[in-house]
């Protein structure tokens, strides 16, 4: 996960957390463009406490503790948007929570990010 937030909120208490995820066949990268005006950007200079979420097989994910992607890709790649949803998001979330003091933390998805 990667975290942006704007100088103008950095030593702020209470700014609302959001959660971004990319879609299918891509990572977090999906969300920032070359330019301070992509949304992840935005939403941190209106005051969001960004999140940008990275799913497992991504560029980001790639130090399974047993598995290798180019030696055992089988095993490496098996899994499905279940195992998205019940096992890597709620970790995510979890850590979100803490970090933040926050409850609730918004989510917004796109494509498989919102499976």
């Not at 975290?3 to 702020?12: D, F, N």
């Not at 995820?21 to 209106?46: Q, V, Y």
Request: charge should be positive; include cysteine.
């Amino acid at each position: 996960m990667f975290r942006i937030r704007s100088l103008k909120t950095l030593g702020t208490v209470g700014s609302q957390p959001i959660l971004l995820m990319h879609g299918f066949t891509s990572s977090s990268d999906t969300w920032i463009k070359d330019s301070d005006e992509c949304f992840p950007f935005r939403l941190a200079n209106e005051g969001f406490d960004v999140w940008l979420g990275n799913n497992r097989g991504n560029k980001y994910s790639r130090r399974h503790t047993t598995l290798k992607p180019s030696t055992d890709p089988e095993k490496y790649f098996h899994y499905s948007f279940v195992e998205l949803a019940r096992f890597d998001l709620p970790p995510m979330i979890e850590l979100m929570r803490m970090v933040t003091g926050f409850q609730k933390v918004g989510y917004m998805g796109h494509s498989q990010g919102n499976t």
